[in-house]
């Protein structure tokens, strides 16, 4: 059963969000099964009320990096709205920018959208949405960075220069990082983004047995994530090699 989210709104604005990588819905038994993440989409991270939810590698890994997912069903099951039109989508046949698939509230109003183009062996990116949370604005980045370090902080820098240049704003940085260490590295360092990005570690990977903090839930407005957690059942653990993320954070 789906633990819920203890959720007041007579605090702060806060933003229900959730990240995971659905490792292009192939499961631990080796089968690819779209229909299996569909599923888990529907009776695991749907309860949660989600404002936020961000995807990885749901698009093939290769040219014309296809979508696999039903944008459709995922959209109705949340009440989330899709976010990618032309601009923040990799091609015609993706659904999102190199996997990478954001998913907003309706509440959220959307005031600027955005990629970032991110080097690497394997290209990446990041998927960048400038809203409105009530009159708050809120920047939300979700990405899927390197698995080699020295080019997680060349990613992370890239990511820092785009931030100088956009108007300043509480931001959100969720996705895969792959980050492996719970205290973190170089690419977080503040020299590096123009701010500290700070949450709480849970570990993500791989699914059976996590060791590693893979993926992470984080807000440059310190001391504003609670209720972080790995989303844990059976089926769960079967459909990816990632086991989802989830958390609420106040916007300030």
Known sequence: MTQQYSFDRTQPRQLRCATWNVHRAK???GKVDPDRIMRIIDQTLA???LDVLALQEADEECRPHAGILDMRRIAESTGLDYIHDPVVRWG?????FLGTILFLSPALKRTHMDVID???????GAVVAET????RPVRIISTHLSLFQ???VIQMRIIGQYLRRRAPMQTILLGDLNEWRPWG???FNRRLLGAKFRGPVRRTFPSRRPLLPLDRILTDAPGRIRQIR???TDDVMAASDHLPLAAIVTVS
Do not use: K, T, Y
């Open 118 to 124: 991110l080097p690497g062996h394997c290209h990446r």
């Open 132 to 135: 409105l949370c009530g009159d």
């Open 92 to 96: 015609p046949q993706s659904d999102g």
């Open 185 to 187: 590295g170089a690419m």
């Open 230 to 232: 790995a989303e844990v």
């Open 150 to 152: 020295p080019l997680r």
């Open 27 to 29: 499961g631990i038994d």
């Open 47 to 49: 309860p949660l009320q």
